[in-house]
């Protein structure tokens, strides 16, 4: 079990996260985290950003169709790309 001490900070209290844990959890400072009270404790998560499967995304397109431009798909290419 980790421990650590609330300190004052301006208008807010702040709270530190000993090394051992914040490796442990993959946390870094600077990045943002969930503040929650459950009962008496307070839950601390991080705020991880969303990660899509393709699946996700079509499923996000819905029944709309997909908006197709001819102009990009007939333009020459620019650099190295291969051609279809």
Same mark, same amino acid.
């Given at each position: 079990? &980790? %421990?650590?001490? /609330?300190?004052?900070?301006?208008?807010?209290?702040?709270? %530190?996260?000993?090394?051992? /844990?914040?490796?442990?959890?993959?946390? &870094?400072?600077?990045?943002? #985290?969930? /503040?929650?009270? =459950?009962?008496?404790?307070? #839950?601390?998560?991080?705020?991880?950003?969303?990660?899509?499967? #393709?699946? =996700?995304?079509?499923?996000?397109?819905?029944?709309?169709?997909?908006? #197709?431009?001819?102009?990009? =798909? %007939?333009?020459?290419?620019?650099?190295?790309?291969?051609? /279809?």
């Amino acid at each position: 079990m &980790h %421990t650590s001490t /609330l300190r004052a900070a301006g208008g807010s209290i702040a709270l %530190t996260i000993p090394q051992p /844990l914040a490796r442990l959890l993959s946390l &870094h400072a600077g990045e943002a #985290v969930t /503040l929650e009270a =459950d009962g008496d404790r307070l #839950v601390v998560a991080p705020q991880r950003r969303k990660r899509y499967t #393709v699946a =996700d995304l079509v499923a996000l397109q819905g029944a709309a169709p997909l908006i #197709v431009d001819a102009e990009w =798909d %007939t333009m020459p290419a620019m650099g190295r790309e291969a051609a /279809l």
